[in-house]
């Protein structure tokens, strides 16, 4: 039986069976995307591999994490295809991250692992394979890591944008770049009224700058002028969101 403590968790025991029989009738349903976090692959029946491999191949998108990134590179073999996956996020700067994110050979660190499968896209999180015990969606930080509850907005932001990477669904405007003077986007369409927020935060997380102000964007790329006034000594934190 699962879940052996109902005291201690609040699930009432169930049986193997019963449980991969209602994980499979989810498998059958329709989805955007399918998240499968820190589960095993010999857990699995091969039928039940075998169904998750036919998902993403017809456009489901798959993002998993620490022992069942083993299930999500058995679905492939040699048909996978590199694809890219940008977070956006300040990695050089938040400990955790850096920490977790696997070295290449190269020296360069991969937070993540993108690949395709026919018409659908995998994201491989690499959390555990550097830390050898972030198993989870978001990395947990060990006591030794300098990070403050502002760091866990990061490792949200970073899924969120997983899965819509994965379902084919980013936004119609994407971030290409961004520093202290200006922004960089792309736009699919013409946009006459898009909210822009500007937000800068210290390593304690304390709000230093908070702005926002409506912009006009063009089919295409645009630069955005963000003319941020100087700020203190000490590392500071630049947050931009369109809406």
Known sequence: TLYGS???????PRTISAVLGNLFDKLSMDHDCIIVADV???IFPQYFIDVLGEKVRSGT???????ANSIAWSLGKKDWKKSQFTAQVPLEALPALNEFAWTKKDGKRELTTALELD???????????ASRGNNGLTPTTASTLETVPADYEY????LAKAVRWASRREPVISIEALDPSSLKVVSAETQSDVELTVTVHDREGRTEVKENRAVKLA???NTIDLGI???RGGEHFLDVGLR
Do not use: C, D, H, W
């Open 155 to 158: 490792f949200q932001s970073i």
């Open 219 to 221: 089919k295409g790329a």
């Open 61 to 67: 998108g798959l993002i998993t994490t620490g022992s």
């Open 229 to 231: 006034a100087p700020l």
């Open 119 to 129: 018409k659908g896209r995998v994201l491989i999180m690499n959390y555990r394979v």
């Open 40 to 42: 095993r692959k010999g």
């Open 6 to 12: 109902y005291e201690l968790y609040g699930y009432k």
